[in-house]
C-alpha cells in the first residue's frame, strides 16, 4: 500500500519524534514515521544517520541538524540537503532517492545556488525549503536481486533485445549468432534511442539553470 510522505513540511515550530524507521516499497529510500507533541503522525524521508527516539523540527528558527527543514537562506553554505523544493510551498521534488543529496553552494540576495547529484548548478529561490542530511539506505543500489522471480515480484516482466529477434520483427535483428546489431540503437518503430537531447528548448526553468549537468549516453556527444 502507498505510504503519504510529508513532502512539505510545513509543521512549524512543533517538536517531532522519531518512532521509528520503516521499509517503503514505494521507493528506494527508507522513511521515518514521525509523531508530533500534538499527537499527529506522517512520514518523512529517513536521512542518514537518524534513528529512534530523534527528536526533529521545521521552521525558520530550527537548528542546522540532520532532519531538520528549513529555507534555503537559514541553512549555512556547504552544507548536504535533500528534498529540496524548487519552487516555495510545492513540496520536495529533488533528492529524493537513497543516498542522494544535493550541496549549497551559494546565497545572493533572494536566491540560493545548489550543486545536484548530476553535476547540473541551479539556482532557486531563498525561501525554498530542504531537509538536512543525506537520504540513508545507500546501499540500495548494491542490491543483489538473486534470481528473474524477484524482478516479477517487482512487476517487471521479461523483455526481449532487439539484437536476438529476426530481422522481420526489428530493425536491429538479424545476423549469425551474436551481434552487435549493424546499427545504432532503436525502437521497434526505428526511433533512435541514444544521442539526442531530451529537455525542452523553451522550458522556463532554463533560465534557473546556470551550469547544466555532465554529458550523459542520452545526450549528443560533439
Known amino acids: ?46 536521512p542518514e544517520g537518524l534513528k529512534a527516539g530523534d527528536r526533529v523540527l521545521s ?9 531538520n527543514c528549513m529555507p534555503l537562506r537559514k541553512v549555512p553554505l556547504g552544507m548536504d540537503v535533500h528534498n529540496l523544493e524548487l519552487m516555495p510551498g510545492r513540496g520536495g521534488q529533488v533528492c529524493r532517492s537513497a543516498g542522494t543529496s544535493a550541496t549549497l553552494t551559494a546565497r545572493e540576495g533572494d536566491w540560493a545556488q545548489v550543486s545536484l547529484p548530476s553535476g547540473e548548478m541551479r ?15 545507500a546501499d540500495h543500489m548494491n542490491v543483489s536481486l538473486g534470481k528473474a522471480g524477484r524482478k516479477r515480484w517487482m512487476g517487471r516482466k521479461p523483455h526481449n533485445r532487439g539484437t536476438s529477434m529476426n530481422p522481420v520483427s526489428h530493425p536491429m535483428g538479424g545476423g549469425e549468432g551474436r551481434t552487435a546489431g549493424g546499427r545504432h540503437p532503436c525502437s521497434p518503430t526505428g526511433v533512435l534511442a ?29
Open 123 to 137: 539556482r532557486i529561490s531563498a525561501d525554498c525549503r530542504a531537509t538536512i542530511g543525506v537520504i540513508g539506505n
Open 1 to 46: 500500500m502507498y505510504r503519504v510522505i510529508d513532502f512539505k513540511r510545513r509543521k512549524d515550530d512543533v517538536w517531532a519524534t522519531v518512532e521509528s524507521i520503516e521499509y517503503d516499497p514505494n521507493r528506494s529510500a527508507n522513511i521515518a514515521l514521525l509523531k508530533y507533541e500534538d499527537g499527529t503522525k506522517t512520514y518523512i524521508l529517513a
Open 59 to 67: 521552521g525558520n528558527s530550527c537548528e542546522p541538524r540532520v532532519g
Open 194 to 222: 541514444k544521442g539526442g537531447k531530451t529537455r525542452k528548448k523553451r522550458k522556463p526553468s532554463n533560465s534557473s539553470i546556470v551550469r547544466r549537468r555532465r554529458p550523459g549516453p542520452h545526450y549528443a556527444q560533439k
